[in-house]
C-alpha cells in the first residue's frame, strides 16, 4: 500500500533561518505529489505540487520542493521563515487509480 | 473555504449516539471525501464518493458509515459514537480522479465524544 512519511514532527526555528522538511512515499510507480499547510485553525490549503517536468517546484510564499525519484522525496524548503509561517505542514501523495495519501505532518513553529 | 462548508463547526456528544456531519459544496465536483485528522497521524480517509449513491470505504472506515443522495451533500454518520471518534473531521472536493489535481477542503468539524 503506498504511504507517505513525513520524519520530523516538530521543528523550531527563528525567524530567517532556512527550512527544510522531510518526505518520502513508497509508491514505486507515476505518482503526484503535494505540500499542504494548515495555519492554526483553519483547513488544508494547497502550498505546491508536482506532476512532471522540471524536479523543482515553486510554490506560493516562496517556499519550494524538490522531488527525488531515486530517493522516493519530495521535501519542502524555504530559504527564509517568517513566524506567519508557523503551520503544521502535510506531505501527500496521489498515484493513479489509488487515494490521496497523508503523511503525519509537521509542525512548524517559527519564534519572532 | 468558498464552495464547501461543513455542519456543524464544532459538536460534544455522548458515548452511544448517533452523529450525523454534513458536507455541501456548490462547486458541482463529482469527488467527495471524508477524512479524520488526528495527531501524528495526519488525514486518514474514512469514506468517499464518486458519485450520487456511489460510495466506497477508505483507511478508517470502521463504526462510519456515508450518504450521497445529490451531488452537493456528503453526509457522515457515526452509529453510535466512541471516545475513539473524537477527532476533527474535514470533507474534500475534487473533480478529477486518478491524475491528483488536489484536494479542496472544507473547514472541519470539531467532534468530541464523552
Known amino acids: 500500500a503506498q504511504s507517505v512519511s513525513q520524519h520530523n514532527h516538530h521543528v523550531i526555528l527563528s525567524e530567517a533561518a532556512s527550512l527544510e522538511l522531510g518526505c518520502n512515499y513508497s509508491y514505486g510507480g507515476t505518482v503526484n505529489l503535494f505540500w499542504y499547510v494548515q495555519y492554526p485553525g483553519q483547513h488544508l490549503q494547497l502550498l505546491l505540487k508536482?506532476?512532471?517536468?522540471?524536479?523543482l517546484v515553486k510554490g506560493i510564499k516562496g517556499f519550494e520542493a524538490e522531488f527525488i525519484k531515486s530517493k522516493f522525496s519530495f521535501n519542502l524548503r524555504k530559504p527564509s521563515v517568517q513566524w506567519s509561517d508557523t503551520a503544521e505542514y502535510f506531505c501527500?501523495?496521489?498515484?493513479?487509480?489509488?487515494?490521496?495519501?497523508f503523511g503525519g505532518g509537521t509542525r512548524l513553529m517559527v519564534k519572532p | 473555504d468558498a464552495g464547501i462548508t461543513q455542519s456543524p463547526r464544532h459538536k460534544v456528544t455522548e458515548t452511544g449516539t448517533p452523529v450525523t456531519l454534513r458536507c455541501h459544496q456548490t462547486?458541482?465536483?463529482?469527488?467527495m471525501y471524508w477524512y479524520r485528522q488526528d495527531p501524528g497521524h495526519g488525514l486518514r480517509l474514512i469514506h468517499y464518493s464518486y458519485g450520487v449513491k456511489d460510495t466506497d470505504k477508505g483507511e478508517v472506515s470502521d463504526g462510519y458509515s456515508v450518504s450521497r443522495s445529490k451531488t452537493e451533500d456528503f453526509l457522515l454518520t457515526l452509529e453510535s459514537a466512541t471516545s475513539s471518534q473524537t477527532s476533527v473531521y474535514f470533507c474534500?472536493?475534487?473533480?478529477?480522479w486518478g491524475v491528483g489535481y488536489g484536494y479542496t477542503f472544507g473547514s472541519g468539524t470539531r467532534l468530541t465524544v464523552v
Open positions: 474534500a472536493i475534487s473533480d478529477e
Open positions: 508536482y506532476f512532471s517536468g522540471d524536479p
Open positions: 462547486e458541482n465536483h463529482r469527488y
Open positions: 501527500a501523495a496521489h498515484n493513479a487509480g489509488n487515494m490521496l495519501t
